[in-house]
């Protein structure tokens, strides 16, 4: 369905080389070039994808970058694409969570300290993400831990 070239990107990639702002400073010039790339890519690959698959390569990249940055696992990225297969006889169920949903966190939970901390909060108090479960907008409900705003995400993608 889709095709671009070794050729497409790699003229792509020279005309930002060429193009971008310089630098004098190796850290600077750097960090230009990784802005300029990543935005002239995303947006030259972006006019040719159906609008419905525009979103996904947007994530796709924005994951990557997270992860690049160390602020996000693998795990966790992948867990958006491909959750895990739960086992037949996991029975176990965490407060208002189904025991799927208490799977997925658990899972998600070996990679994340902060939820494997909820794991201990919901343990004591079940009714503790009532609220964000069941909210229009969880991103504005407060939490008994602090949660960063893309655990937040794995958090409803649980949900």
Excluded at 57 to 65: D, G, L, M, N, V
Aim: neutral net charge.
């Amino acid at each position: 369905m889709y095709q671009w070239s070794l050729e497409y990107f790699t003229t792509l990639f020279v005309r930002r080389l060429e193009r971008a702002t310089k630098s004098s400073n190796l850290e600077a010039r750097l960090q230009i070039l990784i802005s300029d790339v990543t935005i002239n890519i995303f947006k030259s690959i972006g006019y040719g994808l159906f609008s419905n698959h525009k979103l996904f390569f947007a994530f796709s990249i924005a994951t990557k970058i997270e992860q690049e940055e160390g602020r996000i696992s693998t795990t966790e990225s992948e867990f958006f694409i491909r959750t895990p297969v739960m086992p037949p006889n996991y029975d176990v169920k965490l407060g208002p969570l189904s025991e799927q949903e208490t799977f997925f966190l658990h899972t998600l939970a070996s990679q994340n300290q902060p939820l494997e901390q909820l794991i201990q909060l919901v343990n004591k108090d079940g009714t503790c993400l009532n609220a964000f479960l069941h909210s229009q907008d969880p991103f504005t409900q407060t939490l008994p831990c602090q949660l960063s705003a893309w655990t937040k995400l794995l958090l409803v993608r649980v949900h």
